[in-house]
């Protein structure tokens, strides 16, 4: 009889790394049916030369600063970052610090009480040890509805802010939530008009021309937006034919915006270096995708199950992937 | 779609009163506050629905010039819009006394979302958990945010 089904992959190396004996175990299960069975460690430990993983999951929480040093060497000396960390921190308890020590690229949400969103467990270990990194719809089930606008000049974005207003408005949730929504589309735009545009040399065409002066980029320059909802939470993302935006900006923004100093607010030309923040604070979970020179799609998910202090009360999950061209 | 920014200026015994209404963005101009150079300045803030990214740096500009000017400033009833930047933006009020804002509410049993107002000048440390009764159902209201950081401005 020939096989119809292929029991295993690739080997994947996953190293997961909890000193609570029942979360190890459940998150250890969840890996172990997803992936592959990985290795277990209660504390971090040495990491020997060349560590060999094709992952490392880790709780935030449960490590020290010499574990981070040498997370972010593990990082470091790989083209991609393979570390997953595991934290209930939120935008005004936790994040601060690791967001203002730059220790993290990638970062899964956990509830107060340590409840893991598996979904999303799942899809960002596959990010991470796939590559294939686009698409909102990875983030939802089949069958939720998708819906598309392009735009590409700057005149256009009021129009697109009512329309998602409206949109917001027949999913019937808190106006609270659905002010989190509007930001996050405002800023989105306002980054992929503005900030992603580069010439051919790959010098950025508009990042320091006023957002009051109107742009608008070569017909074939399209940015799309897509928006969609299940029970649990609304999404959106937008994606730029450019790929001109690097995970260091992204980290420095985010870190001198959460270190709240005299620089907190650019004062230069163009944008005030505050969108990824604002962003970060108005979602339950930010993706960013890049593949340089082609694409960057930002993917935005607002927790909408229950009142905006239940959105607040929850971790933050944060990840930016890079493929190569 | 973003609601333009409106301003209503008024002089009154106490100093310049200005009436702030909509989304503070780009577009957003302050010049009918500033035209006056007012010594003492109340903003009232109930009115500002949304700030977006380059509005804070409008708004912190405003807030400069202000100073310069030489002005002193208050916040009156400042919107739960303000109040998110005023815990997330180091010196989005400079120099400002917050005087008052709106803390949010929602109803468990309709959904009812209504804002109340906060004033530190009768209540200086405010309990935002005490029970608000639903203007609609008449059920008790719940404190839409983290209590225990709502406020955390006045503490920076
Ligand atoms: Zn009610």
Redesign the interface.
């Known amino acids: 009889m020939s096989p119809i089904l292929q029991l295993s992959e690739a080997t994947r190396r996953v190293l997961l790394i909890d000193a609570d004996p029942k979360r190890q175990k459940h998150l250890r299960q969840i890996i172990t049916r997803v992936i592959g069975a990985p290795e277990t460690r209660e504390t971090l430990g040495a990491l020997e030369g060349g560590a060999p993983y094709n992952l490392i999951v880790a709780h935030y929480e449960g490590l020290d600063a010499g574990d981070l040093q040498r997370l972010q060497e593990f990082s470091a000396a790989h083209s991609e970052p393979k570390v997953l960390l595991l934290s209930a921190g939120t935008m005004r308890a936790g994040l601060p610090n690791m967001f203002g020590t730059k220790s993290l690229t990638n970062l899964l949400a956990t509830s107060g009480d340590d409840e893991l969103d598996v979904d999303g467990l799942i899809v960002t270990c596959q990010k991470i040890l796939r590559r294939d990194i686009f698409g909102l719809e990875k983030y939802f089930v089949w069958g939720v509805p998708t819906r598309t606008a392009r735009i590409n000049k700057s005149a256009e974005k009021d129009a697109l802010l009512a329309q998602m207003q409206e949109y917001a408005s027949q999913l019937g949730i808190p106006q609270r939530l659905a002010n989190l929504f509007e930001t996050v589309v405002d800023e989105f735009v306002t980054n992929a008009l503005y900030n992603s545009p580069v010439d051919a040399d790959g010098k950025y065409r508009y990042a320091s021309t006023s957002r009051t002066q109107r742009i608008e980029l070569e017909p074939d320059e399209v940015i799309n937006l897509k928006v969609c909802c299940d029970a649990r939470r609304l999404g959106v993302s937008i994606s730029d034919p450019f790929g001109s935006l690097t995970r260091s900006t992204i980290i420095e923004y985010l870190a001198k915006c959460f270190r709240r100093g005299d620089g907190q607010v650019d004062n230069k030309a163009g944008g005030a270096g505050l969108g990824f923040y604002q962003i970060l604070d108005a979602l339950s979970h930010f993706v960013i995708n890049i593949k340089p020179g082609s694409t960057t799609e930002m993917i935005g998910l607002i927790d909408i199950s229950g009142t905006y202090k239940d959105f607040v009360t929850k971790g933050k999950s944060f990840n930016i992937f890079v493929v190569d061209g | 779609?973003?609601n333009s920014l409106n301003v209503k200026v008024e002089k009154r015994p106490s100093g310049l009163w200005a009436e702030l209404s909509g989304d503070i963005?780009?577009?957003s101009e302050f010049n009918a506050i500033l035209s006056e150079k007012p010594l003492l300045l109340t903003l009232d803030l109930a009115g500002i629905?949304?700030i977006?990214?380059?509005g804070?740096?409008e708004w912190?500009?405003f807030m400069t010039a202000l100073r310069k000017d030489g002005a002193r400033i208050n916040f009156e009833r400042c919107s739960?819009?303000i109040v998110?930047q005023l815990?997330?933006?180091?010196?989005f009020a400079d120099r400002a006394e917050v005087h008052s804002v709106f803390a949010?509410y929602?109803c468990p049993s309709c959904?009812t979302?209504e804002a109340k107002l906060v004033d530190f000048k009768a209540n200086p440390t405010p309990d935002l958990e005490a029970p608000v009764a639903c203007p609609n159902c008449k059920e008790t209201m719940?404190?839409?945010?983290?209590p225990e950081?709502y406020l955390?401005f006045r503490q920076q």
Request: proline fraction near 3%.
């Open positions: 779609m973003a963005t780009e577009d629905k949304r977006n990214s380059t804070v740096r912190i500009n739960v819009a998110q815990n997330m933006i180091a010196n949010p929602i959904d979302e719940e404190f839409d945010d983290l950081s955390a």
